[in-house]
């Protein structure tokens, strides 16, 4: 199965507004960071793959299917938004088995998974707890297991740490890893310490274009620099550009 996400020239705007410029590269099975400033184009990015926006120019392919399929390509993927809500006077259980329910998961599927989620996503104990008594960071892993209910084979995070804690974002970074050994799992932060500890393959895009594709390592040995902060620096100001 092709598992690869493939960005070509992709172009966006609003109104007279360019938002993403010319945009192009791949992203392969594993994790897979998007790193770039606020305002830099990574959620209109994300909303392109998502097939929340059509592409202005250019193409985009999930998983060998364009975006343009759009029941095909959300049948695929799993989407945590930047800015994620979910039914506060529910309980957990409640919310996610409603999602379940819209999406046409038959009963016995639904009582399988819901409880197979809660548990990797360390919600086990929440499940009659309400949404909205949730703290941040349990809402956030509440996020990832509504992404995760149709079992997608991609995962695209907005800024899924942001805000968090260290101790959260560690526990963040872990759930990520583990999925990304089956899975493509798209990590969108402006925190360069989440790609650095968890990415071996990583984009940076600044004002709607492209900087960098490629390897960590890569990056590294690019700008001559030995930290992924000195690196990533070095992109976004201008001094090295793919």
């Known amino acids: 199965m092709n598992t690869e996400i493939v960005i070509s020239h992709l172009c966006q705007s609003y109104g007279r507004k360019e938002v993403l410029a010319d945009v192009s590269f791949t992203i392969p099975q594993g994790m897979f960071g998007l790193l770039g400033r606020n305002g830099a184009g990574k959620t209109t990015l994300m909303k392109t793959l998502t097939t929340l926006l059509a592409p202005k120019g250019g193409s985009v392919t ?43 998961m038959p009963k016995q599927l639904r009582q399988k998974r819901i409880p197979e989620l809660l548990l990797k996503v360390n919600l086990s104990d ?5 949404v909205k008594a949730l703290s941040g960071g349990m809402k956030r892993r509440l996020g990832i297991a509504q992404a995760l209910l149709h079992d997608p084979q991609v995962i695209i995070a907005d ?49 709607g274009k492209l900087r960098y594709a490629g390897s960590s390592k890569g990056l590294l040995d690019q700008t001559g620099t030995q930290s992924m902060e000195q690196a990533y620096l070095a992109c976004i100001h201008g001094t090295k550009e793919v």
């Not at 929440?126 to 309400?130: D, H, I, L, S």
């Not at 050994?181 to 600044?206: G, Q």
């Open 126 to 130: 929440r499940g009659g707890t309400k």
């Open 62 to 104: 999930v998983c060998g299917v364009p975006v343009s399929q759009s029941l095909r390509v959300r049948e695929m993927t799993g989407y945590l938004p930047q800015e994620f809500s979910m039914y506060p006077s529910m309980t957990v259980y409640e919310a996610l088995d409603y999602l379940s329910v819209l999406s046409g």
């Open 159 to 207: 800024e899924p740490t942001a805000g968090l804690d260290p101790e959260e974002r560690v526990r963040f970074r872990e759930l990520f890893r583990e999925l990304a050994r089956e899975k493509t799992v798209l990590l969108s932060t402006h925190i360069v310490s989440d790609i650095e500890e968890s990415c071996e393959n990583l984009a940076i895009l600044d004002q």
